[in-house]
């Protein structure tokens, strides 16, 4: 008597917590580098079991700005189409709109994570999205070529350009006629958004627009920090770069032939991997500064998971993104991906430290990051960087020169804000 009632209430839990009776199903986007998507698999495949709910995960372009352009397709039409959104940590004031509030599901884990991240995804005082992981520019280096060629890390961008072009030359001349000195991102895109705004900002020519919504752009320091990153295409970087996007740099870098790389921290676990011919050849550093009075800055980057207004399934959307952005997952994440974990706390693991020395390293380059001005510029914000990685594309091909350029791109964004931002 006693067993079979144990057995029905199990039975009446299991349907009560999305068992087989009311199983779900969520369809979600997760990952479009490195071990993103993989990590996000083994991570829900394990919800499933748990909760007897199944999840379909689609494959995304590998590009933020193509990926908005689907999403805002799907979310515009009011699909149901996707239930679990990944969104980057410039979009809650683009699609917020069609998200809906976390608070309600998540039992206060937000008060764990990064505050301003939080902030930040806080539209119309509802918590639109739960921060996955956090992403800063560095830069990376091999250290045995250095080493070789006696030189010591750069301080700032001119100490790289020359760094790089003597250890190609060197190397080229040794034999390796593929090496390069330098690879980042500089394809029309929103990458590109991140890279120029580091050189910009590294010379203290601001962030494009400034947190009070001024257009602050076309100045003389923005100007000087474009004209030099010109100035490595066909030198110390190939003219191909004109088409990299983060990929593509960590194709050419991991593969052992650039002495640097601009990339997000995702790249290091790659680059550490068994099979990476750089792998114990590799140093992480903050980005050089913009001269001597310049100061090293990496963009602020960083993605999120959020649930469509739009779902039929809210409640166990809901449940599969407060699991996969608790803490345990982010530890995963950053030992098996060295993606920067949320929750502060995270920080002080040694596991996660001894496999990410840079996380505790570069402290200040994830606190002091520059943040792009999707804050101030809200809905706009995408033409703004629409408008902005163009005028930066169209100097670093030569067509223009960054003084031109910049005047024209003010312009544009004066355009852009006529009704306000
Ligand atoms: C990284 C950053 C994201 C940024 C993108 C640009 O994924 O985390 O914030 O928009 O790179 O390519």
Known sequence: MKFKSVLLT??????????VASAAEVTITCGSVGKGQELCKSAVAEWEKNTGNTVKVVSVPSSATEQLALFQQILGSGSDDIDVFQVDVIWPGI????LIDLKPYSNGAENDHFQPIIENNTYEG???????????????????????????????????????????????????????GFVFQAKAYEGLTCDAIEWVDSFGGGAIVNPEGDITINNPKAAKALDMAASWIGTIAPEGVLNYQEEDARGVFQSGNAVFMRNWPYAWSLAQGADSPVKDKVGVMALPKGGE?????????????????????????????????????????AIEGSYNPTIVSLYNDPDILAANPFMGELKDTFTNAVARPSRATGANYNKVSNAFYNAAHSVLSGKVSAEASLSKLEKDLKRIKRKGW
Not at 10 to 19: D, E, I, R, V
Not at 95 to 98: Q, V
Not at 135 to 140: K, N, Q, T
Request: glycine content about 12%.
């Open 10 to 19: 199990s039975a009446f839990l299991l349907g009560g917590f999305g068992g």
């Open 126 to 180: 509802k918590l639109v999205a739960m921060p996955s992981y956090t992403d800063a520019g560095l830069l990376y280096y091999r250290k045995d070529l250095l080493e070789k060629h006696g030189h010591s890390q750069p301080e700032t961008w001119s100490d790289l350009a020359s760094i790089a072009q003597d250890v190609q030359d060197k190397e080229r001349a040794g034999g390796n006629d593929k090496m390069w």
């Open 95 to 98: 699609l917020g709109n069609h």
């Open 293 to 333: 009075e310049g100061k090293p800055t990496g963009a602020l980057g960083g993605w999120q998971l959020a649930v469509s207004k739009y779902s039929k399934n809210p409640d166990a959307a809901a449940d599969l993104v407060m699991w996969l952005t608790r803490k345990d997952e982010q530890k995963r994440r």
